[in-house]
């Protein structure tokens, strides 16, 4: 079982270009969930995709958004980038059950840096 | 505004000793807490959790302890090896399978051989 997996690994953008990042969940498992993790800060919860739909959303604003494919793989989009954008992008997946809580298996992350 | 907050960003600690990690909430809808543990160029792991029905929880060298009044959660890892040095996040999460994780914004430790 290869576990979420994420691409790319590092990425160099500038002001006002766009990105798209990648993840492949674990196998099983139907819920992606992205979260940016700013230097020195905890990861931050963007948006959750269950069923090609997003189900949940951050704080984040509209240039952020994404996509869930019929395989549960999910892509992140940042549009107009910015400099505060330049952060670890991590992806984490889990298996959609309604208990208390449906354990989180995060990628090795994107590495974004804006210049 | 940050709703899990950690506190003391680092702590240094002898091989085989005790390491205390605490963690504060605010938001009192939090149902589930958890601990994850990160290595550099790696994404964070899961390590252990409580729910707010419990006020204890361990898993070998590891134990939550949650105290629900003063919304506070402590980890403790006893004893200390040089293979824990990582940082270690602290997690919260609303009910019913939401899944949406708030995060601490983590503490260094680091286990002196």
């Known amino acids: 079982d290869a576990g979420v997996t994420q691409s790319p690994t590092h990425l160099i953008k500038t002001r006002g270009q766009q990105v798209t990042l990648r993840c492949s969940p674990k196998?099983?498992?139907?819920?992606v969930s992205w979260y940016q993790q700013a230097l020195g800060q905890g990861p931050q919860f963007i948006f959750q995709y269950y069923e090609e739909e997003e189900r949940q959303r951050g704080n984040f604003p509209d240039r952020f958004s994404g996509h869930q494919f019929p395989n549960y793989s999910s892509e992140l989009n940042v549009n107009a980038l910015l400099l505060g954008d330049s952060a670890l992008y991590l992806c984490a997946s889990s298996l959609k059950i309604l208990r208390d809580y449906n354990e989180q298996f995060f990628g090795p992350g994107t590495r974004l840096t804006v210049l | 505004d940050q709703q899990v907050k950690q506190n003391s960003p680092s702590l240094s600690v002898q091989e085989g000793r005790i390491s205390i990690l605490n963690c504060d909430y605010t938001?009192?809808?939090?149902?589930?807490f958890l601990w994850y543990k990160k290595y550099p160029a790696e994404g964070p792991t899961f390590l252990i959790s409580i729910s707010s029905i419990k006020d204890k929880n361990e898993d070998g060298r590891f134990t939550v302890f949650l105290n629900k009044s003063a919304k506070h959660l402590s980890l403790h890892i006893v004893p200390s090896q040089p293979g824990d040095s990582a940082v270690y996040f602290c997690a919260a999460s609303g009910k019913n399978g939401n899944n949406r994780l708030a995060f601490g914004k983590g503490n260094q430790v680091v286990v002196i051989p």
């Open positions: 938001n009192s809808m939090f149902d589930y």
């Open positions: 196998s099983g498992h139907d819920t």
